[in-house]
DNA sequence: CAGTGGTCTAGACCACAAA
DNA sequence: TTGTGGTCTAGACCACTGC
């Protein structure tokens, strides 16, 4: 008698199942409003605590937000397209613009909270531009807004031997970025290599983007190489994973 | 009197941040238990929803998992690479071997739960091929494993037009799989794109992937061209985000 | 069998939003 | 002011792990 009435799911799951169905099938869409917990405490016959674990569940999923003293609602996702290969070709920077130029649709992409320093480089990215442990280098940290949405963050670090004391120190770096400012010493970036990870934000980086709960980060990772495949830069980027779609196009 | 004494942090989030700090610190490390329910009500005196909602903040930022009658503890993170550019050179397919071998160490990728069917094109499969909405393609769904853990789910679309009816359309392709069965058809795919999204998996891919919670996925959208950019597959693959690094390697 | 995490109820007080 | 979501307590029963 005892066991066999098993493996039916529980009550939270069943409800927010419910609800991510309604979503799926467009009943309900961008923006909408969902049974909050009082609706669906009403319509299931549940205790408080277990509508809002369905709640939770959904909004841990990413695609509803609560909003305290409104509601539950519908979570849209437009992305913004980031291009690899493209972004960073010469054109671009040797006319002028800074690269994350490339991202924006109208160039409106804003900065924020520059802040340079010379500090010793982890070991991660003393690795990654082939420095001793512990070198010095100059390491640039700043936030890109997309009409006052914060869209990503990005630690740049430079080799100090070539980049302390220049206009790469600086917190503005003048036309064209730092990679103009490289090639004015023949140190042209000409080969890139991305590495991509995804997890969830830290609360710091979750504040620092603005960040609803259920939302990925994406780490991108990335090193740029002069012609003759010297590591001039590394950056850490993290982009808000609701707010992004990367593109990369290679040949066979 | 009254409202003075605001913005100190919910207690469930001073203690998710202690634990955070205690493995970010790395006095716990991975695989380390980490203070269960019943230790973090005695230590913070604290009832024990409170105590889980506290955890539950930690396994959904995908930092620890809990195991049912065992304990929570600390997650390790040991991604395989992904190789964007290499993985699809010619060398590879043109040598015999499929492609997603090159993502795997010691080739001992499996694949599972093949499905091959013939059907009409959702709207953006259509789109991505370049084929009228509704025409007929060849899908193909399948799951990739390493050791048995489930580590990606692909379906790939071929116009029917050239694959029914051939190798392509069946469970097994041969050697170097499909890529090989195109070229000998005068359909190399020459040139690539790849579209990368981030989001939190479904309860269908959680439960395929055989994902923790807080585990994000990656999907990745393929769309292979010929040399005269005909598009000739569109491959849509959703990976475990705990499981893979990808990495794009490009020229400025 | 004792201990763990998983689910659920029935309350309480609070901060905030909208009418 | 009413209703919303946010936090928290104090219980309960269950399924599973590991000794």
Redesign the pocket.
Same mark, same amino acid.
């Given at each position: 008698m @005892? *066991?066999s009435? /098993?493996d039916s799911p @529980?009550?939270?799951?069943e409800i927010a199942e419910d609800v991510r169905t309604a979503i799926a099938s467009g009943r309900l869409s961008d923006g909408d409003r969902?049974?909050?917990? /009082?609706?669906l405490m009403k319509q299931y016959?549940?205790?408080?605590? *277990?509508?809002?674990?369905a709640?939770?569940v959904l909004?841990n999923e990413g695609i509803v937000v609560?909003?305290?003293?409104?509601?539950?609602y519908v979570r849209a996702f437009r992305p913004l397209r980031r291009h690899g290969p493209r972004r960073l070709s010469r054109e671009l920077w040797g006319a002028g613009r800074a690269i994350w130029q490339a991202d924006s649709p109208d160039g409106s992409f804003e900065t924020d909270s520059v802040e340079v320093a010379e500090v010793p480089a982890p070991a991660y990215v003393a690795r990654a531009l082939g420095l001793a442990d512990e070198a010095a280098v100059v390491r640039r940290h700043r936030r890109y807004r997309l009409e006052d949405r914060p869209m990503q963050l990005a630690t740049s670090y430079l080799p100090a031997e070539f980049a302390a004391g220049t206009a790469i120190a600086e917190p503005e770096t003048g036309p064209g970025g730092i990679y103009a400012r490289l090639a004015e010493q023949g140190r042209a970036p000409a080969h890139f290599t991305e590495e991509i990870r995804v997890r969830m934000p830290t609360p710091e980086e979750a504040a620092a983007l603005h960040l609803n709960a259920g939302t990925p980060v994406l780490d991108v990772l990335r090193t740029a190489l002069t012609e003759e495949h010297t590591a001039v830069e590394f950056n850490e980027m993290t982009l808000d994973g609701s707010a992004y779609v990367l593109q990369y196009d290679f040949d066979a």
């Open positions: @005892p *066991t009435e /098993n @529980p009550v939270y799951r969902v049974p909050g917990e /009082n609706d016959g549940v205790a408080r605590a *277990t509508a809002r674990q709640l939770s909004i609560a909003i305290r003293g409104s509601g539950v």
